[in-house]
């Protein structure tokens, strides 16, 4: 198993470039969620799923797009990438409560 | 709202030192507790858990109580090596998540451990 794989790893970015994080998890997990990580804040939830089809929106979620086709795909889109969105992302999964599994992260910085 | 405070760091210790990290929670009802750890240059693990009052969880010589009276879920750990440098995080998923695992995450705290 290869648990939870982010691509990619780094990437710059122009202020009002796209771009889309790339999660996938082969665990068969139903949810799946994308964290934010700043300095001095933690981790704060952006968007989740609780299946394919469903997605709802987290505590920070302006800026962002999420769509979840398939059970293990869950891709994070910015539309029009903004400094504020400078950042650390991390892409989770879990099948039940009080477990979630982290990705190795993307470190996003938009200049 | 649910909300999750815990000391700042950098915490700097000694190798075989004891290691204790407050974390205080502020949540309606029984939220369950977490501690995850970040290593450098990855992802976070679970480190240990609890769902009730007066639980403690407990893994790799590392355990919290969870303190309903208090709040609070004091991460503990007799002997630090130098594997344990790393970034703690206390965490919370909410009593009414409506089913799914939220996780609200305090700032974090930097452990260093010197030989």
């Known amino acids: 198993n290869a648990g939870v794989t982010q691509t990619p790893k780094f990437q710059v970015l122009k202020t009002g470039q796209s771009m889309t994080l790339q999660c996938a998890q082969d665990m068969n997990h139903e949810y799946m969620s994308w964290y934010r990580q700043d300095p001095g804040m933690g981790l704060r939830l952006i968007h989740y799923s609780v299946g394919a089809g469903i997605t709802d929106q987290g505590e920070v979620p302006n800026g962002y797009n999420v769509s979840r086709s398939t059970t293990e795909d869950f891709p994070l889109r910015l539309l029009s990438a903004a400094p504020s969105q400078t950042s650390v992302y991390f892409c989770?999964?879990?099948?039940?409560?009080?477990?979630?599994?982290f990705g190795p992260g993307t470190r996003l910085t938009v200049t | 709202g649910d909300s999750v405070t815990q000391m700042e760091g950098p915490v700097t210790l000694s190798e075989e030192a004891f290691l204790t990290i407050n974390c205080t929670y502020t949540?309606?009802?029984?939220?369950?507790l977490f501690w995850y750890v970040q290593y450098p240059g990855e992802g976070l693990q679970l480190l240990l858990k609890?769902?009730?009052?007066?639980d403690k969880g407990s893994n790799k010589g590392f355990e919290a109580t969870y303190r309903k009276e208090t709040t609070s879920f004091h991460l503990e750990k007799g002997s630090v090596q130098v594997s344990d440098s790393a970034v703690y995080f206390c965490?919370?998923?909410?009593?009414?998540?409506?089913?799914?695992?939220?996780?609200?995450f305090g700032a974090g705290t930097r452990l260093a451990v010197h030989p």
């Open positions: 989770a999964s879990s099948s039940r409560p009080y477990e979630q599994y």
């Open positions: 965490a919370l998923t909410p009593m009414f998540s409506g089913g799914y695992n939220k996780l609200i």
């Open positions: 949540a309606t009802g029984y939220p369950s």
């Open positions: 609890a769902t009730k009052a007066d």
